[in-house]
């Protein structure tokens, strides 16, 4: 919702502002969220008991490194 209103900011940039937003909120707030995020996780356990989480990686492609000392601003 928040991109689609701030389109025109990056998501790095919008990932810190919404972080922001949350250290703001009231705990009264954050203990509900959190509330509905246990019971999302039992009700996870519940339904697929045998669910594991793996980590999926590419390896394939090569970052590039960029050598930040010869760039000029």
């Excluded at 989480?53 to 000392?69: A, M, P, V």
Aim: with cysteine; proline share 1%.
């Amino acid at each position: 919702m928040m991109r689609k209103e701030h389109s025109d900011i990056s998501k790095y940039c919008l990932l810190k502002v919404i972080g922001k937003k949350w250290e703001e909120e009231t705990e009264e707030v954050k203990d509900r969220f959190k509330k509905l995020a246990e019971d999302k996780k039992s009700e996870n356990e519940t339904n697929c008991p045998n669910y594991k989480y793996h980590q999926f990686r590419n390896n394939t492609r090569k970052k590039e490194k960029t050598d930040w000392k010869k760039i000029k601003i």
